[in-house]
C-alpha cells in the first residue's frame, strides 16, 4: 500500500470534489504479460487511478488484455480475416466504445512497451476508421492516458508512444496525462516491490493523481460541451471512403 497519510490525502480530495463525475465511465486496458491471477506492477500503479475514479462514483473496467484472445491486425473483427476467435470485438462494444476515458498501461520491456499493447493500439486503430453519432472518427470525444511500469528505463518513451497513438486516433490527451515507475537503473527494484518500490515514491504517486484529475476535467468538459465539435473534420465531408482498404484512416 501507498503510505497511508498519502492516501487519506487522495481520498479526501476525491471526498471533497466540487464537481460530479458520477456519470463518467473508464477503461484500463493493461497490457501486462502475466495473466491472471498472476501479479501485475503495471495493476499495482492503475490501482491508484481507477480507485479515485471509483472513489468519484464512476463505473470503471480494467481489462488484462493477455487473459483474451485478441489476434494482431487492424480490422474490428479479425474472425472475418482468417482466425477462428477474436474478443476484441466484445472488449470494444462492452469497455471501450461507452467509456469516456481509455487508459493504456503498459510494463516496460528492454526500453519499450509489451508486445500486448502494442497489439491493442493496433486493435482500437482498426476501430478508427467507424463513426461516432455525430459522424465523427469514433474516438472523437474520448479522453485518453498512459500509465507505464518498469524497473530500468522507457518510461517517457513509451509515454510519448502511446499517447501520440491515442491522439492520432482521435482521442483528446490532457495535460500531463501519462506517469510512470522506472525504478533503479540496473534494474532496480519493480513498482510492487517493498520498501524500495513504487508504492513509496511520492513522485510517482503525485503524477499518476495528477494525471487521473486531468484526465477527469478534460472528460467532464468534453462530455458537457456535447464532445469536439462537428464542423471541419467530418469524413462524410471528404470522398475518401474505402471501406475494404487496409488501412483505417481510408475507409
Same mark, same amino acid.
Given at each position: 500500500?501507498?503510505?497511508?497519510?498519502?492516501?487519506a490525502?487522495?481520498?479526501?480530495?476525491?471526498?471533497?470534489?466540487?464537481?460530479?463525475?458520477?456519470?463518467?465511465?473508464?477503461?484500463?486496458?493493461?497490457?501486462?504479460?502475466?495473466?491472471s491471477?498472476?501479479?501485475?506492477?503495471?495493476?499495482?500503479?492503475?490501482?491508484?487511478?481507477?480507485?479515485?475514479?471509483?472513489?468519484?462514483?464512476?463505473?470503471?473496467?480494467?481489462?488484462?488484455?493477455?487473459?483474451?484472445?485478441?489476434?494482431?491486425?487492424?480490422?474490428?473483427?479479425?474472425?472475418?480475416?482468417?482466425?477462428d476467435?477474436? #474478443?476484441?470485438?466484445?472488449?470494444?462494444? /462492452?469497455?471501450?466504445?461507452?467509456?469516456?476515458?481509455v !487508459?493504456? =498501461? *503498459?510494463?516496460?520491456? &528492454?526500453?519499450?512497451q509489451?508486445?500486448?499493447?502494442?497489439?491493442?493500439?493496433?486493435?482500437?486503430?482498426?476501430?478508427?476508421?467507424?463513426?461516432?453519432?455525430?459522424?465523427?472518427?469514433?474516438?472523437?470525444?474520448?479522453?485518453?492516458?498512459?500509465?507505464?511500469?518498469?524497473?530500468?528505463?522507457?518510461?517517457?518513451?513509451?509515454?510519448?508512444?502511446?499517447?501520440?497513438?491515442?491522439?492520432?486516433?482521435?482521442?483528446?490527451?490532457?495535460?500531463?496525462?501519462?506517469?510512470?515507475?522506472?525504478?533503479?537503473a540496473?534494474?532496480?527494484?519493480?513498482?510492487? #516491490?517493498?520498501?524500495d518500490?513504487?508504492? /513509496?515514491?511520492?513522485?510517482?504517486?503525485?503524477?499518476? !493523481?495528477? =494525471? *487521473?484529475?486531468?484526465? &477527469?476535467?478534460?472528460?467532464?468538459?468534453?462530455?458537457?460541451?456535447?464532445?469536439?465539435?462537428?464542423?471541419?473534420?467530418?469524413?462524410?465531408?471528404?470522398?475518401?471512403?474505402?471501406?475494404?482498404?487496409?488501412?483505417?484512416?481510408?475507409?
Amino acid at each position: 500500500m501507498i503510505p497511508e497519510s498519502i492516501q487519506a490525502f487522495i481520498d479526501k480530495q476525491a471526498d471533497e470534489s466540487p464537481v460530479d463525475y458520477s456519470d463518467l465511465c473508464a477503461v484500463f486496458l493493461n497490457g501486462t504479460l502475466k495473466r491472471s491471477p498472476q501479479e501485475s506492477h503495471t495493476a499495482g500503479l492503475i490501482d491508484i487511478s481507477a480507485g479515485i475514479m471509483r472513489r468519484l462514483g464512476l463505473d470503471v473496467d480494467v481489462v488484462r488484455m493477455v487473459d483474451h484472445v485478441v489476434p494482431p491486425g487492424v480490422q474490428p473483427d479479425m474472425r472475418e480475416h482468417g482466425w477462428d476467435r477474436d #474478443d476484441f470485438p466484445d472488449i470494444y462494444d /462492452s469497455t471501450i466504445k461507452p467509456a469516456d476515458i481509455v !487508459v493504456l =498501461a *503498459t510494463p516496460i520491456w &528492454l526500453g519499450d512497451q509489451s508486445s500486448v499493447t502494442r497489439l491493442t493500439i493496433e486493435r482500437l486503430y482498426g476501430y478508427s476508421g467507424k463513426l461516432n453519432d455525430t459522424g465523427q472518427w469514433a474516438y472523437y470525444g474520448k479522453v485518453g492516458g498512459a500509465i507505464i511500469t518498469g524497473n530500468e528505463d522507457g518510461g517517457k518513451h513509451c509515454g510519448a508512444q502511446m499517447l501520440y497513438a491515442l491522439q492520432h486516433i482521435g482521442l483528446t490527451i490532457p495535460p500531463q496525462a501519462d506517469t510512470y515507475w522506472d525504478g533503479e537503473a540496473g534494474p532496480g527494484p519493480s513498482y510492487l #516491490d517493498g520498501e524500495d518500490g513504487g508504492r /513509496s515514491n511520492a513522485w510517482t504517486t503525485r503524477n499518476t !493523481v495528477f =494525471a *487521473t484529475w486531468n484526465m &477527469l476535467h478534460s472528460a467532464r468538459a468534453l462530455k458537457d460541451a456535447g464532445g469536439v465539435p462537428a464542423y471541419g473534420n467530418l469524413s462524410t465531408d471528404w470522398d475518401l471512403s474505402n471501406p475494404e482498404h487496409p488501412n483505417p484512416e481510408y475507409r
